[in-house]
């Protein structure tokens, strides 16, 4: 096949392309998005939250880990670099204190039915702070039998030792950082990682019994190529994981200076189009399903049973089978999740340090919901999740007329006059091929979404 010529610019990428703004749009992790929060929600409110929840559902938990061992120039996460693991020490030792205080608050041992841990690199642990981890969860929380536990790790420093304690707690999804194999853009981007250092983790872990495997590329970064990407693609494909996730490049300099070291301009919507086509055609071609706007998995993988059944969710971790109401973040700029609203750990991680030190939950800032927040939620849910919304059964839920959503609906002409939406009887649909348009046609239904250039990441 010849790559370059089947993924020139046709009409159909030139229509996309006329209708992505030159502003920003948010990721819809959630909604509001970040940027909304205010630091009115405080401690106190955090803590009449957690009395409120249901002791009879389900929770999930999120453990933010902010240390890497190397600093990838791209990276949007709030992390940082350590070349001794005393600090990491330190702060484990704070994150059980923030476990513990939890427990306290919640006054009742909830069923946990996901941990995921993130970061930064929560591989970086070593085997005897990940066992406290556990342990310290297990002590507060009745983690249930069928409970998915997951980490994010990166393959260039992972130790395989960590592995017998993953199996110990019970581990079952691994998510591997890729980006890109071209040796130009990982020079670029400060992150050398070999294809072969890959494959070798991912069949390490496989020969563990850990075989739910998600890898993580990028498109959008300086100085990619058609060829070199393409390369990368067929790589993976050859790994079979469980899924792919094949996320835009979110060029933030302003919140994050380190991304002023990549010394090249990342690519514009037009390549960054080209890519994700180019990504979504290697997977399909390759036997996998898509869902949600940038993901790909196994068609045997339960992930396309749950989208079937209209049981896909989207939070701060992406997309998820967890169906539990309420998400708690531990850690350092970790958000929670809960039915009254977002909650926000601080963000650095020496001034969490100075807060638990004080015996205080750390809380910087969050957002309470509103009835109308709830309903709009919803609907962009919906569309990250399956691409269609039913506008008459969301008011219905909530008692409302249908004519709220008016103003949102004349805004959706555009779309629709070039055939890229259905809208019949108040179901909303977007087509499949117009994936690469779901996040600018959310902001349409963003009751606080302000177009700026500096804000949010490309629309594409």
């Not at 983790?201 to 959008?220: A, C, F, K, M």
């Not at 919906?382 to 609906?409: A, G, H, R, W």
Request: glycine share 4%.
């Amino acid at each position: 096949m010849n790559v370059s010529k089947r993924f020139s610019s046709s009409n159909n990428e030139k229509n996309i392309l006329q209708l992505v703004p030159d502003y920003s749009v948010p990721r819809y992790t959630s909604y509001p998005t970040t940027p909304n929060f205010n630091d009115k929600i405080n401690n106190d409110t955090y803590e009449s939250w957690l009395k409120k929840l249901d002791k009879n559902k389900k929770i999930s938990l999120y453990i933010h880990i902010p240390f890497c061992d190397s600093l990838c120039y791209f990276c949007g996460c709030h992390t940082s670099v350590v070349n001794k693991y005393k600090p990491i020490e330190n702060y484990v030792s704070l994150l059980l204190r923030e476990i513990e205080i939890l427990g306290e608050k919640l006054e009742s041992k909830f069923n946990v039915s996901h941990i995921h841990f993130g970061g930064g690199t929560p591989s970086i642990l070593k085997g005897a702070e990940l066992w406290l981890i556990m342990q310290s969860i297990k002590k507060r929380f009745n983690i249930l039998k069928d409970c998915k536990i997951a980490m994010e790790i990166d393959p260039r420093f992972f130790k395989q030792n960590l592995t017998i304690i993953l199996n110990d707690c019970g581990f079952d999804r691994i998510s591997i950082g890729v980006q890109d194999f071209s040796q130009n853009v990982q020079n670029l981007i400060n992150r050398k990682q070999s294809f072969e250092i890959t494959k070798e983790t991912v069949n390490h872990l496989r020969e563990n019994n850990i075989s739910n495997i998600n890898i993580d590329l990028i498109y959008g970064l300086p100085k990619q190529k058609v060829q070199t990407f393409t390369d990368t693609l067929e790589k993976i494909s050859t790994l079979r994981p469980d899924r792919i996730s094949v996320f835009g490049y979110a060029h933030i300099p302003w919140m994050k200076k380190h991304q002023r070291l990549i010394k090249f301009k990342p690519l514009n919507n037009e390549n960054r189009l080209k890519f994700y086509r180019l990504a979504s055609h290697c997977f399909l071609s390759n036997g996998y399903e898509p869902f949600g706007i940038d993901h790909y998995a196994e068609k045997s993988s339960s992930i396309i049973r749950n989208i079937k059944n209209r049981k896909l969710q989207r939070n701060f971790q992406g997309y998820t089978e967890d169906d539990a109401e309420a998400l708690i973040g531990i850690g350092a700029s970790s958000i929670s999740s809960l039915p009254n609203g977002y909650v926000q750990n601080i963000t650095q991680t020496a001034d969490y340090i100075r807060a638990l030190k004080k015996n205080k939950l750390p809380i910087s800032r969050g957002y309470e919901l509103k009835t109308e927040d709830k309903i709009y939620s919803i609907v962009i849910k919906e569309l990250m999740c399956y691409l269609n919304v039913d506008l008459k059964q969301v008011t219905k839920k909530f008692s409302k007329d249908i004519n709220l959503f008016s103003p949102n609906i004349k805004k959706l002409k555009p779309f629709i006059d070039a055939g890229y939406v259905d809208f019949q009887n108040f179901v909303l649909s977007i087509k499949p091929e117009a994936r690469p348009l779901v996040r600018i046609i959310c902001s349409v239904f963003d009751q606080y979404f302000v177009p700026k250039t500096k804000r949010y990441s490309f629309g594409i």
